[in-house]
């Protein structure tokens, strides 16, 4: 996934000049809600993009994006307190490419888009040790190793996403981006994203 995203940034570059004012960037952060088969989190994530447009009403956009920023635990835990507290937890990023359609007004352009994704999702649970699909350990507790398994498990998975927005037109080149986004894919993966950011057209 990663090669092919190389590929297209490529592509941009070597356009002719005058196929730059269709380039445009993309940032923007907002809420996440991410679950996968053993795990779930939600909390504030970011991407990052560029796009082209192809088409009077089409665009391909590429770019980064983290669905989860969770600090995930060690398996080290102070007492028995904080281990029975325990709760799954997820980290996931992703690659992405999609396609934008568009329509236009004096206000800016509703877009929506299809796409696919490359997601890194490393996770944490307490399991039996012969139900890890990942590294199992011992938990410790207060020092001490307990009967209770860690599992870490660090995949990728491939999804895929639709979503819709709006671009809110700030000035000729800078606009307002407003987006809701459901991504789902392999090993039970499922996100909801609520995002705003900025789209500077080149």
């Known amino acids: 996934m990663l090669r092919w995203f190389v590929f297209v940034l490529f592509l941009f570059v070597i356009q002719p000049t005058y196929a730059v004012n269709r380039l445009y960037g993309v940032l923007s952060a907002g809420y996440s809600d991410v679950e996968s088969d053993v795990s779930e989190s939600d909390g504030v994530g970011y991407k990052f993009g560029i796009g082209y447009q192809f088409h009077r009403q089409w665009y391909v956009e590429g770019g980064y994006h983290l669905l989860s920023d969770e600090s995930l635990s060690?398996?080290?835990f102070a007492d028995a307190t904080a281990l029975a507290g325990f709760e799954p937890e997820v980290e996931a990023e992703s690659l992405f490419i999609s396609v934008l359609g568009k329509a236009s007004s004096r206000a800016g352009e509703l877009f929506y888009r299809l796409g696919i994704n490359s997601v890194d999702v490393t996770s944490t649970s307490l399991v039996d040790a012969q139900s890890c699909d990942g590294t199992s350990s011992n938990a410790v507790v207060g020092g001490t190793a307990s009967t209770q398994n860690f599992c870490v498990r660090d995949d990728t998975a491939l999804a895929g996403h639709i979503?819709?927005?709006f671009?809110?037109?700030?000035?000729r080149q800078l606009m307002l981006r407003t987006e809701?986004?459901?991504l789902q894919g392999e090993d039970d993966l499922e996100t909801t994203t609520f995002?705003?950011?900025v789209r500077y057209n080149f």
Do not use: A, N, P
């Not at 671009?167 to 000035?171: S, T």
């Open 180 to 182: 809701v986004e459901h």
């Open 163 to 165: 979503g819709i927005g």
């Open 167 to 171: 671009d809110f037109r700030l000035g």
């Open 74 to 76: 060690d398996g080290v």
């Open 195 to 197: 995002t705003l950011g």
